[in-house]
């Protein structure tokens, strides 16, 4: 009675609550494209940026560091906004920071200002914690049997994203000198808004009553083991796809490679991001979540060997493009493992709270980047991803080991 009370509110037929499911997911996906493109001009150009306007090189990743640090920051609320007013009240909130970024980070190239810069990528990053919220949205929108492959569509949008984000540096970065990058903030900012306007867009039921109730502890659901297995996944996933592509573009420039290598790179890299999301879905229903996660995870540590190689192009590019592989296998994988554990009115404090640790830890290792890659080097980057990997591998096979016995019980 409540489902078809919430289809009727929100302008579905209660015999058909998923009758928007095509039209929500399609919206969702290209809003997916523009946003992702925004992330990726903040990664291709923020580390640039700050090693020019920082007072010290060892400051240079960290207007990356602060975006990450915006995603975490934003993940509670932004749930909170989408529990009590609904998904698409929190969507345009946060395309409407997508604005904001582009405005002030071109106003900080201009002025020179590295701390409003830094502001900027903060507001950067409360946008791409939103734009993360879509996956799941597109999991709301459609029934349990197709939920991982909704989720695995909207993420696919990002295939669009690898390509426009760094053309978009390629072709604006030069239009306003001598200020470099002013240009493509302003693109960025108007990118954002055409998303805010696709998203307008998106039919979504308002929360009912029920799911508006706080149902379990969020104590309880975060002990199931499944759950920290998800987590600690989805962490080392997005950990290490961070840690390594913020200092790629900076390593490359270290290594006297050209911008435009570096920009090449990591259109590919975020090609490689969502490229699989076409059947990654496809994949998790027919093998299940933990073993695409177990190959996210092994292409990670082939993207770090591979890096540990050379420094020539080729491996950079190399080691970007399987970086992106291993993080949609595992970080994808990882948001499946999220949806099997909590009911329908758990889903938005859950799903946040999934998001506020894997962000928050990304931006411990944002921060540590820059500072290993400014005093010890490419290599040692490397070489430590090795550690979280080692983590998550352990946590995978103790979960998988511990389901046959409490299938039993």
Same mark, same amino acid.
């Given at each position: ?46 580390? /640039? ?48 920071? #997508? ?25 950067? #990053? ?38 426009? #984000? ?31 306007? /696709?998203?307008? #867009? ?29 987590? /600690? ?50 994949? /998790? ?125």
């Amino acid at each position: 009675m409540s489902q078809a009370k919430s289809a009727t509110a929100a302008g579905l037929s209660p015999a058909s609550p998923y009758q928007h499911e095509r039209g929500n997911v399609l919206r969702l996906a290209v809003a997916q494209a523009l946003a992702g493109a925004n992330s990726v001009v903040v990664y291709a150009t923020g580390a /640039i940026v700050g090693h020019t306007l920082a007072p010290s090189p060892a400051l240079a990743t960290l207007p990356i560091s602060i975006f990450v640090v915006g995603m975490a920051a934003c993940t509670l609320p932004a749930g909170l906004i989408a529990q009590r007013h609904g998904r698409r009240a929190a969507f345009l909130t946060g395309t409407g920071c #997508g604005v904001l970024v582009g405005l002030l980070a071109a106003l900080a190239v201009v002025l020179g200002s590295f701390w409003l810069f830094c502001v900027a990528t903060f507001f950067g #990053g409360v946008y791409a914690a939103v734009v993360l919220s879509f996956r799941f949205a597109a999991a709301d929108c459609a029934p349990p049997e197709r939920r991982a492959r909704a989720l695995s569509a909207v993420m696919a949008g990002g295939v669009f994203a690898g390509v426009l #984000g760094p053309q978009l540096v390629t072709f604006t970065m030069h239009l306003w000198l001598p200020h470099l990058f002013a240009a493509t903030y302003l693109a960025q900012a108007a990118v954002a808004a055409l998303s805010a306007v /696709i998203l307008l #867009g998106v039919r979504l039921p308002r929360p009912t009553a029920a799911e508006t109730a706080r149902g379990r502890p969020l104590g309880v659901i975060a002990r199931q083991p499944r759950f920290i297995t998800a987590v /600690i996944c989805g962490v080392v996933s997005y950990l290490l796809m961070n840690f390594l592509m913020t200092a790629a573009p900076l390593a490359m420039q270290m290594c006297g490679l050209p911008q435009e290598a570096s920009n090449l790179g990591l259109q590919w890299h975020v090609i490689a991001m969502y490229g699989p999301s076409f059947f990654t879905g496809r994949l /998790i229903t027919r093998f299940g979540a933990p073993r695409v996660v177990t190959a996210g995870l092994m292409l990670i540590a082939a993207s770090a060997a591979v890096g540990l190689t050379g420094v020539d192009v080729a491996h950079f590019w190399l080691t970007l493009i399987l970086l992106g592989l291993g993080w949609n296998f595992g970080f994808v994988g990882a948001s499946a493992l999220v949806l099997e554990c909590h009911r329908p009115e758990e889903r938005a404090r859950v799903q946040s709270f999934n998001d506020f640790v894997v962000f928050g830890t990304m931006a411990f290792g944002s921060f540590l980047s820059g500072g290993l890659l400014a005093s010890y080097g490419w290599d040692t980057v490397l070489w430590l991803s090795f550690v979280p990997l080692v983590v998550a591998i352990v946590a995978l096979t103790v979960a998988a080991a511990s389901r046959p016995s409490q299938a039993a019980g």
